[in-house]
């Protein structure tokens, strides 16, 4: 049993409270996940060549106390690059302007304990162990900005409790996704994707659809095609709640055994497992709210 949250706002204004308005619906969603919180925000798009990294340095003995500026300083110095820092406890944003797989290896090969957590020009990530609300309060989740993001909180029932494991999982650029529910074939995902190259990071079954789902796009596919194939490949029971750039997107297994409730009104469209989630968000009393239909692609412009 999981939690899941999504906000969208339609509104430019609210662009400053997506934060604010999104703390109260993970919080919300403690008993459905004490174990570890994550969020995926989306904002202004950076240009062509510039990337935003999100690094998670608790694997590293220096932990909390990693020195993030040193590592802008380093990477500045030794590559073709221009390397800004933003840090928020063991969590930071790095964003670059230059070649961005020739930073990964360079981070691989100088930091190989520090764990990427995303990467694009418009996805930030941040994810952890602890209460959603500890995590939240770690990492100042009330003063986050952007026109969409995708929430999670974890009851561990298939792998291990570690930030890793932590959802959103991402794949790709620009791409996340959480879940509740469990799958029954994620090996059998593993086994069709592995000989394309793609590299998997955990043993979570979560990850297996996140990255099933971004290589059908990176194939070309739409989004409302790539989830048709996921419901043709991927066996289990889910609600996925999946973030693009400029769309938010919600998808139930053909049994709907795992809850989910819509808001959407002028202003924004809400998501969450369930109501009380959304109980505390303005006008919600005039939203139009619903529960989404089995085997259906719900999909939301930014």
């Not at 190989?112 to 996805?123: E, H, N, T």
């Not at 938010?248 to 959407?264: G, T």
């Not at 259906?296 to 930014?302: C, G, I, P, S, T």
Request: hydrophobic share 40%; aromatic share 8%; glycine share 8%.
């Amino acid at each position: 049993m999981c939690g899941i949250v999504g906000l969208l706002v339609k509104t430019p204004a609210l662009r400053e409270r997506l934060g604010e308005l999104m703390v109260p619906m993970l919080i919300g969603m403690t008993e459905r996940g004490p174990d570890s919180a994550g969020l995926a925000v989306f904002g202004r798009q950076l240009g062509d060549r510039q990337r935003k990294l999100s690094l998670y340095s608790g694997f590293t003995a220096e932990g909390d106390r990693f020195d993030w500026q040193q590592l802008a300083a380093s990477l500045n110095a030794a590559m073709d690059v221009t390397a800004q820092v933003e840090a928020k406890s063991n969590h930071a944003v790095l964003t670059l302007q230059g070649d961005v797989d020739a930073v990964k290896t360079w981070l691989k090969d100088t930091h190989p304990k520090l764990y990427l957590l995303s990467a694009g020009r418009s996805i930030d990530l941040y994810k952890d162990i602890g209460s959603p609300s500890q995590v939240a309060e770690r990492y100042d989740f009330a003063s986050l900005k952007g026109s969409h993001l995708v929430g999670h909180t974890r009851m561990a029932t298939e792998s291990a409790v570690t930030p890793d494991r932590a959802h959103p999982f991402t794949a790709g650029e620009d791409f996340c996704l959480v879940h509740n529910g469990s799958l029954s074939n994620p090996y059998g995902v593993r086994r069709k994707l592995e000989p394309q190259g793609i590299r998997f990071d955990t043993d979570n079954d979560t990850e297996a659809a996140c990255r099933f789902l971004e290589w059908r796009l990176r194939e070309g596919d739409e989004l409302p095609v790539a989830l048709q194939k996921g419901f043709e490949e991927l066996d289990g029971f889910y609600t996925f709640l999946m973030g693009t750039p400029d769309e938010l997107a919600l998808i139930r297994d053909p049994f709907a055994c795992k809850p989910a409730v819509v808001a959407e009104n002028d202003d924004y469209v809400a998501i969450a497992s369930e109501f009380r989630s959304l109980a505390h968000l303005p006008d919600v009393k005039h939203a139009n709210v619903f529960e989404p239909a089995p085997e259906e692609m719900y999909v939301w412009k930014a």
